[in-house]
């Protein structure tokens, strides 16, 4: 692998929050408009979460043929989407939420339209608010990826956060209402 993704080796001590989904549980949506796994996105991937062990997150995705980039192939952006998505939940399983800063992904294979990908994300470590996680795509064997992701995510306070763009969102009044409770 080529790239400049490297996790410190002084990380913080992680646990797995109490509340945090248990291993083969659904994990809740973060937004129900999300692309990558909001029920009520209109056009998104409906990406569906599930909680592995220690701090793990599974997920599936049919690649429709609507999501060809090179013929007969996936678009490498919606293969990026996913990944983004499935590991930007590794922090949930911790606890925070965050806010994907660094993504990259290595291109292993190429992955035909009409296919079922799993995907694995896994905590790498913790280091303060950044979160590095590694996520595989792969076709039911972990050992044989397809394609291979690493990112860090940033933990936020996320009512500041996304306290200017509530107004942007589909389920604007809803979150409006949600945020403004004391
Ligand atoms: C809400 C739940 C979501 C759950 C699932 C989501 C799945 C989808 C995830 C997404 O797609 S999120 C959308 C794309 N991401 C963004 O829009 C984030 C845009 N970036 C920001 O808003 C700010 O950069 C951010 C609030 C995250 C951080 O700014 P801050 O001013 O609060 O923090 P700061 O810049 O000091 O960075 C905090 C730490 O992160 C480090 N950092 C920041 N950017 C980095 C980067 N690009 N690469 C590596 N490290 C980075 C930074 O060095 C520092 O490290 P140290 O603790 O060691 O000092």
Do not use: W
Not at 110 to 135: C, D, M, N
């Amino acid at each position: 692998m080529k790239s400049s993704f490297v996790v410190p080796t002084d990380l913080d001590p992680v646990q797995r929050h109490p509340k945090a989904a248990k291993a083969g549980e659904r994990m809740r949506m973060h937004n129900p408009m999300c692309f990558g796994c909001g029920e009520e996105s209109p056009n998104g991937l409906r990406l569906e979460m599930f909680a592995g062990e220690e701090f793990t997150v599974d997920a599936a995705m049919r690649v429709q043929t609507q999501f060809e980039g090179g013929p007969g192939v996936i678009h490498g952006g919606v293969l990026s989407t996913a990944f983004d998505d499935v590991m930007g939940m590794v922090p949930l399983l911790v606890g925070p939420s965050a806010v994907t800063v660094h993504l990259e992904v290595d291109y292993i294979k190429p992955i035909p339209v009409e296919t079922t990908l799993q995907f694995r994300a896994s905590l790498l470590g913790r280091q303060r608010r950044k979160i590095y996680t590694e996520g595989i795509a792969h076709y039911g064997d972990p050992t044989q990826p397809v394609a291979v992701a690493h990112g860090i995510f940033v933990t936020i306070n996320a009512r500041e956060h996304f306290a200017d763009h509530l107004e942007n969102s589909q389920l604007s009044d809803e979150y409006k209402r949600r945020l403004s409770r004391p």
